[in-house]
């Protein structure tokens, strides 16, 4: 089992932006997919953005649309969430996510398909 590692949060003003990373380590597959997850205290972890690792395809959450950009760094085994115009909205713990080893991914943007998560990393944007 692989290792999943955020990095990048922190507090910033609503307006703002971040670039979150997410580093995948000692995983003996490649996972299709890769998925940015938030949860903010009080609610349900949600989907926030997801590639497809092999194709390239993206998928947003209608609030994210717009503003937030998952990309990934093969070279770096690394995914990357840019994150622009933050609002208090966005504020949360954001955790990085891949499915199980060949996986049929039905819905890139729910939680339930993801298996390996990382530890999370604190965003938190003042307005």
């Known amino acids: 089992q692989g290792q999943l590692v955020e990095s990048g949060g922190g507090s910033v003003q609503a307006g703002g932006s971040l670039r979150l990373s997410c580093a995948a380590s000692?995983?003996?597959?490649?996972?299709?997919?890769m998925g940015w997850f938030r949860q903010a205290p009080g609610k349900e972890r949600e989907g926030v953005a997801a590639?497809?690792?092999?194709?390239?395809?993206?998928y947003y959450a209608d609030s994210v649309k717009g503003r937030f950009t998952i990309s990934q760094d093969n070279a770096r085994n690394t995914v990357y969430l840019e994150m622009n115009t933050l609002n208090s909205e966005d504020s949360g713990m954001y955790y990085c996510?891949?499915?199980?080893?060949?996986?049929?991914?039905?819905?890139?943007?729910?939680?339930?398909?993801?298996?390996?998560w990382g530890q999370g990393t604190q965003v938190t944007v003042s307005s």
């Open positions: 996510a891949a499915p199980s080893p060949g996986a049929v991914v039905a819905v890139p943007l729910s939680r339930w398909w993801y298996k390996s």
């Open positions: 000692g995983y003996t597959y490649r996972p299709n997919y």
């Open positions: 590639i497809n690792t092999g194709g390239g395809g993206t």
